[in-house]
């Protein structure tokens, strides 16, 4: 069972700036399209940005376009999401997820498209 493992929530302020790490401990995920996803109690999970496993593509839902920045490190086997001039519509638990995938180029935004997912952590934005 491939567990991913991500931090860095906490409870912020609006306009602050937080950055998620996920990880994949023990697995090699340079072949894996990776993505960010986000839920609260009233909305399903939705998703935030991917990233193509080679990391020379990224796509982010609109709200997020132009404050949220989705980078990898493969030899760390980490990718990471930061998040710029937060709000508090940005609050819910964020999931990162990964997909194996042939292609290098690709990303998705489905998340019956992702094999695996982390437990999630808590971004709390204050007004």
């Known amino acids: 069972q491939v567990q991913l493992v991500e931090s860095g929530g906490g409870l912020v302020q609006a306009g602050d700036s937080l950055r998620l790490s996920c990880a994949a401990p023990g697995r090699t995920f340079s072949s894996w399209a990776m993505g960010w996803f986000r839920q609260t109690p009233k909305k399903e999970r939705e998703f935030v940005g991917g990233?193509?496993?080679?990391?020379?593509?990224?796509t982010y839902t609109d709200s997020v376009k132009g404050r949220f920045t989705i980078s990898r490190d493969n030899a760390k086997n980490t990718v990471y999401l930061q998040m710029n001039s937060l709000k508090p519509e940005d609050t819910a638990v964020y999931y990162c997820a990964g997909a194996r995938t042939k292609y290098g180029h690709i990303w998705y935004t489905s998340k019956e498209q992702y094999n695996y997912w982390g437990q999630g952590t808590q971004v709390t934005v204050s007004s």
């Open positions: 990233i193509s496993w080679n990391g020379d593509r990224t």
